[in-house]
């Protein structure tokens, strides 16, 4: 029974879905706090810097977690998909054109 516990591995699937939702929910935190970044920088400094030190910490492990080994297939793969889904083109019925 142990030697199956041993050599159950997570599913790398879900180990990509897991850093990118990470990464976005970090990328979502430095925003927020860039969008909150200027009432922070007036008499009392301290808070200001303190938010430059959240933005910077927060994209610096969204970029590691992204960077971890499968994070950029999902990504590739992901962009493959969303360039071949492409909408249709609606044209325009012909006797609405000029002429």
Do not use: C, K, N
């Not at 808070?47 to 927060?58: E, F, K, N, R, S």
């Amino acid at each position: 029974m142990f030697d199956r516990i041993a050599q159950w591995q997570p599913d790398q699937g879900a180990a990509v879905a897991a850093r990118t939702v990470g990464a976005l929910t970090l990328i979502a935190l430095a925003v927020i706090h860039v969008v909150d970044l200027p009432g922070t920088l007036g008499p009392d400094r301290l808070v200001g810097i303190g938010y430059l030190g959240i933005i910077a910490a927060a994209v610096l492990i969204g970029g590691v977690l992204l960077a971890a080994a499968g994070a950029w297939q999902a990504q590739i793969h992901a962009a493959r998909m969303a360039a071949q889904h492409r909408p249709a083109v609606r044209r325009a019925p012909e006797y609405s054109q000029p002429r």
